[in-house]
């Protein structure tokens, strides 16, 4: 089951920097990059989008190891509904007067 969600991650996070990073490799085709430009910056955009996956799939392990799964489910679940609560009291709190603006900027 992990390696499966680990196989979806990388690929989702693959089309993600291929996405975000097309442009940058294009940029560097039309400048002086050379023909070694286009290598670099594919692999190294593979590279970034790996270690990222790796350290979100980590994390995971971690957080499973020390709370358990059932906990960990429940405060992810916390999570997941308190976020858009937060901010949507933030919103509120926000458009109250520009004095309130430069602190919620922040």
Same mark, same amino acid.
């Given at each position: 089951m992990l390696w499966a969600k680990v196989?979806?991650?990388?690929?989702?996070?693959?089309?993600l920097a291929g996405a975000f990073n097309l442009v940058g490799l294009?940029?560097?085709?039309?400048?002086?990059?050379?023909?070694?430009?286009?290598?670099?910056?594919?692999?190294?955009t593979?590279?970034? =989008?790996? %270690? !990222?996956?790796?350290?979100?799939?980590?994390?995971?392990?971690?957080?499973?190891?020390?709370?358990?799964r059932e906990r960990l489910d429940s405060v992810m679940t916390i999570g997941r509904y308190s976020l858009p609560l937060r901010r949507s009291w933030r =919103?509120? %709190? !926000?458009?109250?007067s520009p004095s309130v603006w430069i602190t919620c900027s922040m």
């Amino acid at each position: 089951m992990l390696w499966a969600k680990v196989r979806v991650l990388i690929e989702v996070s693959l089309w993600l920097a291929g996405a975000f990073n097309l442009v940058g490799l294009f940029v560097g085709l039309a400048g002086s990059g050379g023909w070694r430009f286009p290598l670099v910056h594919i692999f190294a955009t593979v590279l970034e =989008a790996l %270690f !990222c996956t790796s350290c979100v799939v980590l994390g995971y392990q971690l957080c499973l190891r020390w709370f358990g799964r059932e906990r960990l489910d429940s405060v992810m679940t916390i999570g997941r509904y308190s976020l858009p609560l937060r901010r949507s009291w933030r =919103a509120s %709190f !926000c458009r109250r007067s520009p004095s309130v603006w430069i602190t919620c900027s922040m």
